[in-house]
């Protein structure tokens, strides 16, 4: 079986591309290693998965029409495709904002319309975020609440994806599921996440930046567990009963809500150093509390998270210390 998966150099992508060839399934991986954060840390996830038999990587610009659809036509025989490549991070979409539209809106599309080259094509699956919940009151959040008020340009180009895909389900069949992220972290993690941020500087003895003065929570997934829901939820592609289109949205979260200042002490033990902080207002775009409700994936795919953040962080801060040689 060969399988598709778009930004194979990036956090999560690696993972996945790991376990589909742990699986035995042969993986295109595509990314543009552009410089968002260290491509030195990209090329080395791409270099650990060449390594490895079945593994073929095509550096290209998913929002590259031309260049997609030549890939297509490369690979004839793709049954599933893992689509990871964006422009994440709710910050910078203030800094940068048509990079977002570029990667997440056009590059989405570029990739359904290539996609429809593939006539053995069985599932694709596109990660989408937590951040399409905007400012949501209701705990948890569940895939059945309205998510029409973004609160950041990044969470509109999910929100937009989510609706591009569904409207390709509707007009040409496509079977695809959109999996909305909560805060996925682990080893090979990006720099730009709070938790990376937070090893770097207790190390440096610089101070953390705490938003909200610490008065937020996350829900945390462990990056094994996210990607032990992407493998399940690609393996069952969603029925095509005829009236609705075939398309499926999930939250793929830790169904545990935990306080930041929780999450900062488990770092600290793990370092076995004190942190410094420096309390600061809320960042335009961000949210101050996430929680998935993950019934849907719990009874569709058996999708179950194992992994406590007692366990999953000083594993992070395992890998950060080889890696990094800190
Ligand atoms: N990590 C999280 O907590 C989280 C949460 C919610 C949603 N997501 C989503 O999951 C997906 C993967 O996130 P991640 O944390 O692995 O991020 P990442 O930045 O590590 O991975 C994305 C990869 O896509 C590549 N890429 C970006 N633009 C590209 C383009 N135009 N063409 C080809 N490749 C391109 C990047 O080089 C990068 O390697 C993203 O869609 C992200 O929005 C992640």
């Given at each position: 079986?060969?399988?598709?998966?778009?930004?194979?150099?990036?956090?999560?992508?690696?993972?996945?591309?790991?376990?589909?060839?742990?699986?035995?399934?042969?993986?295109?991986?595509?990314?543009d290693l552009n410089d968002y954060y260290d491509v030195s840390l990209k090329q080395a996830r791409r270099d650990r998965l060449t390594a490895r038999g079945d593994f073929v990587f095509e550096l290209l610009d998913i929002a590259d029409r031309q260049a997609m659809e030549a890939l297509i036509d490369r690979y004839r025989d793709i049954t599933r495709v893992v689509h990871l490549a964006a422009q994440a991070g709710v910050r910078y979409s203030l800094v940068n904002p048509h990079i977002y539209t570029r990667t997440n809106i056009d590059g989405h599309l570029v990739l359904l319309e290539a996609c429809r080259r593939l006539e053995r094509l069985?599932?694709?699956?596109?990660?989408?975020?937590?951040?399409?919940?905007?400012?949501?009151?209701?705990?948890?959040?569940?895939?059945a609440d309205r998510v029409d008020a973004p609160l950041s340009l990044y969470?509109?180009?999910?929100?937009?994806?989510?609706?591009?895909?569904?409207?390709?389900?509707?007009?040409?069949?496509m079977a695809q599921t959109g999996l909305r992220f909560f805060t996925v972290y682990g080893p090979w993690g990006r720099p730009d996440m709070a938790a990376v941020i937070f090893?770097?500087?207790?190390?440096?003895?610089?101070?953390?930046?705490?938003?909200?003065?610490?008065?937020?929570?996350?829900?945390f997934t462990y990056i094994d567990d996210a990607v032990?829901?992407?493998?399940?939820?690609?393996?069952?592609p969603p029925a095509d009963a005829g009236e609705e289109p075939p398309c499926k949205l999930y939250n793929i979260g830790?169904?545990?809500?935990?306080?930041?200042?929780?999450?900062?002490?488990?770092i600290e033990t793990a370092l076995g150093k004190k942190a410094e902080m420096e309390l600061m207002p809320m960042q335009p775009g961000d949210v101050k509390e996430t929680f998935a409700d993950i019934a849907d994936?719990?009874?569709?795919?058996?999708?179950?998270?194992?992994?406590?953040?007692?366990?999953?962080?000083?594993?992070?801060?395992?890998?950060y210390r080889d890696f990094y040689g800190d």
């Open positions: 079986m060969t399988i598709l998966v778009t930004g194979a150099a990036g956090f999560i992508g690696y993972h996945t591309s790991l376990a589909l060839l742990d699986r035995g399934q042969r993986v295109i991986g595509v990314d069985e599932h694709l699956v596109y990660a989408s975020s937590s951040a399409v919940y905007g400012a949501n009151a209701k705990l948890p959040f569940s895939v969470a509109a180009t999910k929100k937009s994806m989510e609706m591009i895909s569904h409207s390709y389900g509707h007009l040409y069949r090893i770097r500087n207790i190390l440096a003895g610089k101070p953390i930046p705490v938003f909200n003065k610490g008065d937020m929570r996350r829900d032990a829901g992407i493998l399940g939820c690609l393996d069952r830790n169904h545990r809500s935990v306080s930041l200042m929780d999450y900062i002490g488990l994936a719990r009874r569709d795919f058996g999708f179950e998270p194992k992994t406590t953040i007692e366990e999953g962080i000083p594993r992070l801060v395992a890998w």
